[in-house]
């Protein structure tokens, strides 16, 4: 599924000391000197620990007042924090920048199939090596200042990529957490709202929101699904809401230059619960170390990074309660969305997504029809006649069956005969095959607008929107150590989590095993409850095949929130709709209307 960075909320001091920039580098990336930590701890989750906070006046910046790998005391005097935190770390060398002549890529299945968190085939050395133990942390906090232009307006902004120590409540750190954040200086930070933005997985670092739609830098994308990709090819975001907000991207446990520490076990960071309580701690962590327990605060999870933030916000409502939440290719209604073979709903409810993709294709005709009157269309009929012949089975008589064959013939461009023999029903993956099989073509599952030849008996299938996603991984690690001066080894930096296949999917109802249920958005109701202003905004892509637009609906209708309190939007594309400019437009506009309290247009 999807991805995520993280800046911190220093305002620094004019007078605070510099390092001027090599004439090479522009001037709004002169790196500046790093400020100590302030450190708390919060009674439900123990110790945090940060290093991206404002430096008190008169502290000193010098190395000695922080360990050797750069992370700075907290809570005890200092012999005991530093036997307590001395953990065996693997020392590695740190390199230069980045070559700029980076070789491109080659994306695997697996990532692609974890929607935003894109891994490189064929692991090096140094990352199997990594799996082992903790990424060594010399230097850091990578502190920058930079100006920029968003959505028309000049912003003077620092960007932070630093880490957060979570820890037991007697003082054992269990994971570390690297994340990056843009947060812009002056104003009222009170006032100012903070979005915390991650991908999913499980679990991917948050670099495809970073590097395809928030950051201040984005990766060039050609419009045309039928081009060939432009490669790694950076311009600055004027779209995105550094206006309105600061950003936090952050990198779950394992992911990025995050790591699960020797005092603490994978195996709980590697589940639904334990994922998202890392991460509620590390918000959590984030605003106490930067003074923004009082800001706006708000989560924007992506793919499987929804169901990260829709436990998120019920974990939190009863201590820092959210202003709102955003599922941006929503999953959090899984049973819907994921069409199991037997579940009718689920085919009705991903119905409007076939019909989409059909009529882009132009194996369905609108008829003089908006895209949006189509899906409401196509939704209607087959949330009604569709669902209720699908009930019936094989006992609908005959006639019935082909009249409902003839009408999905006309919805999603597949003959009538694939759904008499078929039991009325096509699976999501059987339509990527089947819509352009006469021309010898598959469709991209995360964006179906893409379309690539259809391997052949033996060969594994590539998805064709992986050519969209391949430059992301090189991009964030050149963005990394080119604008904001990060020296950790790029060989360090994991876009997915190894070894996931045994993720925990902690069931929420039933007795176990295959009577669970797992009604995640019930979740969501303790944050409408603690907080009379919070919102839930949900986002779609009308080309998407993984999270598709009639599930969100359905989980919607199936809720008791307030519905003046839910948005819901569709965006032209797929998965990461973002990649379509337009979209990315639209949808860092309704951002900037939902973070700051209203509606979007």
């Not at 409502?317 to 939440?325: C, E, F, I, Q, R």
């Not at 073979?341 to 609108?366: C, E, F, Q």
């Amino acid at each position: 599924m999807t991805v995520n960075f993280w800046i911190s909320a220093w305002a620094g001091d004019e007078s605070s000391s510099a390092v001027t920039a090599p004439a090479s580098r522009p001037a709004r990336n002169r790196i500046e000197t790093p400020k100590p930590a302030r450190h708390h701890r919060t009674p439900q989750t123990g110790f945090f620990y940060s290093n991206c906070v404002r430096r008190p006046r008169g502290a000193t910046t010098s190395m000695q007042a922080r360990r050797p790998d750069g992370i700075a005391y907290a809570d005890a005097p200092a012999r005991q924090r530093h036997n307590e935190r001395k953990i065996r770390r693997r020392w590695v060398s740190v390199p230069g920048k980045l070559a700029r002549g980076m070789s491109m890529p080659q994306v695997t299945k697996r990532a692609l199939l974890a929607a935003g968190a894109f891994a490189m085939a064929g692991a090096t050395r140094a990352q199997d090596a990594a799996a082992q133990g903790p990424v060594a942390t010399s230097g850091g906090p990578f502190v920058t200042r930079h100006k920029g232009v968003f959505n028309g307006r000049k912003v003077d902004y620092v960007a932070t990529v630093g880490e957060t120590l979570i820890a037991t409540p007697d003082g054992r750190p269990t994971a570390r957490f690297v994340s990056t954040s843009y947060v812009a200086r002056g104003g009222d930070p009170a006032k100012r709202p903070v979005l915390f933005a991650f991908n999913g997985g499980p679990s991917s670092s948050s670099a495809t929101l970073h590097m395809m739609a928030l950051g201040p830098r984005r990766l060039v994308v050609a419009q045309d699904p039928a081009a060939p990709s432009p490669g790694p090819q950076l311009t600055d975001n004027t779209a995105t809401v550094l206006d309105v907000a600061d950003i936090v991207f952050i990198d779950p446990a394992e992911t990025g230059y995050s790591r699960v520490l020797p005092g603490g076990r994978r195996e709980l960071f590697y589940s639904v619960e334990g994922d998202a309580q890392s991460v509620s701690d590390f918000v959590i962590a984030w605003c106490k170390a930067n003074g923004r327990e009082a800001s706006p605060k708000y989560v924007l999870g992506e793919s499987y990074g929804t169901l990260r933030a829709a436990l998120m916000a019920g974990q939190l409502a009863p201590v820092l309660p959210l202003d709102g939440v955003f599922l941006f290719g929503q999953a959090v209604n899984m049973i819907e969305t994921s069409q199991r073979a037997k579940n009718v709903v689920s085919y009705g409810t991903n119905l409007p997504a076939l019909a989409a993709i059909a009529a882009y294709h132009g194996r369905a005709d609108l008829k003089g029809r908006s895209m949006a009157t189509f899906i409401d269309e196509v939704y209607a009929w087959g949330m009604g006649e569709y669902v209720q012949a699908l009930l019936r089975g094989y006992d609908l008589p005959e006639a019935g069956r082909r009249r409902i064959a003839v009408q999905l013939q006309a919805y999603t461009g597949i003959s009538a005969d694939y759904y008499l023999a078929n039991d009325l029903q096509i699976t999501k993956i059987a339509f990527l095959r089947e819509l352009l099989k006469d021309k010898g073509q598959v469709l991209g599952m995360y964006d179906a607008r893409y379309a690539g030849p259809a391997p052949g008996p033996g060969q594994r299938h590539v998805d064709p929107f992986a050519k969209v996603t391949a430059p992301i991984q090189p991009a964030m690690l050149a963005h990394y150590a080119q604008t904001l001066g990060v020296t950790w080894p790029a060989s360090e930096y994991r876009s997915l989590a190894p070894e996931t296949g045994g993720w925990a999917w902690n069931g929420t109802l039933g007795p176990g095993g295959p009577f669970l249920d797992y009604d995640y958005p019930a979740r969501l109701t303790a944050a409408f409850k603690a907080n009379p202003k919070f919102q839930l905004m949900i986002g779609t892509g009308i080309y998407d095949l993984t999270t598709t637009v009639g599930p969100a609906r359905y989980m919607v209708t199936k809720s008791d929130w307030p519905r003046d309190r839910v948005i819901q939007r569709q965006y032209e594309g797929g998965h990461m709709a973002y990649t379509h400019e337009p979209s990315l437009k639209a949808f860092t506009d309704d951002i900037r209307a939902w973070v700051q309290g209203g509606q979007p247009a």
